[in-house]
């Protein structure tokens, strides 16, 4: 992608400062204009436009942070660099929170010059990547709604998940519980050449084992007790689409086998039938779990996962791509908002810094699941920090030692028990209410309430 050669606009009173502004800028190939005041930039801002302005903070008239403010209303994704004085700290804080991209301290070091501009080129060029790329989702059907991503990882991700849709191989998804999972499989598909044929999502962890086989390939009639009628199975309702299997972890060895026989094949029997049937479905399937760990304890067939993971996407945890925060906070609230009839429009500074510092061990549907209750509790038109569960969560860690000693996994499920049972009792033992609020279906959270011993 090349070093993004940039429109700057340098803001300073002084001549001889300016000068040699400009000469750096010019000698490391952008394109420079210059003003000598406040007036004149905010003249030149609205007859063209800018990737970046050069703020001098002290200067007769307004001082470069006004400039800057008014640059804002005026080209609200220009960036901007302020220069103060040395030692200026007040300054430097005043020019951040008015989205000052970073600052220098006079003498100013021309090399750091440099180096925040390259970082500010990139950071742009990303941005402007990103929008392409959401065009073109766009123009392929996926509403730009859909899946929000900020962070490089993401958008790379989405760029190979585009790739590959267009194939038929066979995709596995991994990442954490609440990372995207299955938003990305549908992505595959929407993507995909099958996009106008059904997408069909069996989780295979939410089907009881002895039914899972029938439910995946059907059965004939008197296949086993209760088999009344014959049954057409997920694989024969997908024909001509895409199959997203969930959880392909927790599959059982007879499942497995089954599985690998289509994947090779592309052939399969209902359960107690004897005619070998044919389906042309393409497959997707996701995991939270480590399967080459699950294949190395023989509770995963290795040839079966050599053929399901012709192409991973793992999506990153939520924590590890802290740029998507912001966005994906701003979308949920824009969504629980409309939803609830409130009219919540952001968090409060302190609020969102809690946000951004989370570490979200159920990612995105965590963070969802969060801003969901803020928008619905928030008194006025912003979230406060007391909106937020994180006073709660900080109490629970302190108290329960266990849970930092466990591993992950235990921790995790520790984590869920206790937000089906706040769920389940916030809404009265009302299943689909709770199933709502914790965004899951009413069939998964039985399975989990079954999991954990509720009653
Ligand atoms: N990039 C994103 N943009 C918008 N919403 C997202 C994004 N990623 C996840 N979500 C939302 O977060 C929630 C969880 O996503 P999803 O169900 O796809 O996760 P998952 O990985 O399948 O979780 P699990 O492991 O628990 O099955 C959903 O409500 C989904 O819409
Ligand atoms: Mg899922």
Redesign the pocket.
Known sequence: MGLADLDILIVEDEPFQREMLRDHLIREGHRVREAESGDRAVELLKGGSFDLLLLDYRMAGMNGVEVLKEARRLCPDVEAILITAYGAIETAVEAMKAGAADYLTKPIDLEELSLIIERIGRHRTLVRENELLRQELGARGVSSDA???KSPG?AELIQLAGRVAASQATVLIQ?E???????MARLVHQLSPRAGRPLVVVNCAAIPESLLESELFGHERGAFTGAVQRRTGRFEQADGGTLFL?EIGELTPAVQVKLLRFLQEREFQRVGGERTLKSDVRIVC?T?RDLEARVREGLFREDLFYRIHVVTLKIPPLRERRE?IPI?VD?FIERYARENRRSVRGPSREARDLLMRYDYPGN??EL?NIIERAVVIARDEVISSHDLPFQECADLEDSGEASRTGTLHAALEELERRMIQEAMEHARLNQSQAARQL?LSERMLRYKLKKYGFK
């Not at 519980?177 to 938003?183: N, R, S, V, W, Y």
């Open positions: 899946i929000r991503f993401m990442g519980t609440g990372t995207g999972k299955e938003l969930d996701a939270h998507d994906l979308h995105v549907r969802e965004g």
